[in-house]
């Protein structure tokens, strides 16, 4: 399975721009990039998927670099509610539909 | 559309107590999945189903078992609790007749084993 890596932990002001970063140097063709948050004691909340493609809905942008190898989720006016933990996930290939969820990267934006 | 349904909310078991953990959807999805998380910890997945009547083991089943006799509701049971057990645990679906689908989440349940 394609391997993650993402900064423990970002600061972002509210109203700013956040932006994370995740690293898929091991990415397949066939793989996509998602992104989950969880916000404190919650369950985990979809946010964005893509392939090769830049992506963006009514929560978030993804940026996936021409080489795949990596990724950025944009929060374009980051508020309190979007404190979380932020994780950024490779589908498996094939039929193996299990997401693996890593430590992801907590995000605390500040008024 | 309420989605993801777990119960119950919360739980404190004694060591040796059994209990089913209760997970119901209403999106008529065919994939479901069991986590657990601990403290400051990411999500490891304890079992999961591809359909009615079927089950598989995730990365941390032992001490676990579930049943998909229905395909709305996946059961999780813990046979004889143990203080190990105590965790925060998500139920999860997801469709499985699109490449790009994604999960759906309940709200969790806190079991604590004293």
């Known amino acids: 399975d394609a391997k993650t890596t993402q900064p423990p932990s970002m600061d972002c002001a509210e109203g700013r721009a956040a932006n994370l970063p995740c690293n898929h140097s091991t990415i397949s063709g066939n793989e996509y990039v998602y992104w989950y948050r969880q916000i404190h004691s919650q369950g985990p909340q979809y946010i964005i998927h893509?392939?090769?493609n830049n992506e963006t809905n009514e929560m978030a942008s993804l940026i996936i670099t021409e080489d795949r190898k990596s990724s950025t989720l944009i929060l374009p006016h980051a508020t309190l509610r979007d404190t979380a933990v932020y994780y950024c996930i490779v589908r498996p290939r094939g039929n193996d539909y299990k997401l693996s969820f890593g430590a992801g990267t907590t995000v605390t934006v500040r008024a | 559309n309420a989605g993801v349904t777990q119960t119950p909310k919360f739980r404190v078991l004694k060591t040796g107590q059994s209990m089913t953990l209760l997970c119901a959807q209403d999106m008529n999805h065919e994939y479901m999945y069991w986590y657990r998380q601990d403290p400051g910890m990411g999500l490891r997945l304890i079992h999961y189903s591809v359909g009615e009547g079927t089950t598989a083991k995730g990365e941390v089943p032992d001490g676990y078992n579930v049943s998909r006799l229905k395909k709305q509701n996946f059961l999780l049971g813990l046979e004889s609790a143990a203080p190990s057990q105590t965790s925060v645990y998500f139920c999860?679906?997801?469709?499985?007749?699109?490449?790009?689908?994604?999960?759906?989440f309940g709200s969790g349940t806190r079991l604590t084993v004293v």
């Open positions: 999860a679906s997801s469709s499985g007749d699109s490449p790009s689908r994604y999960y759906t």
């Open positions: 893509g392939l090769k």
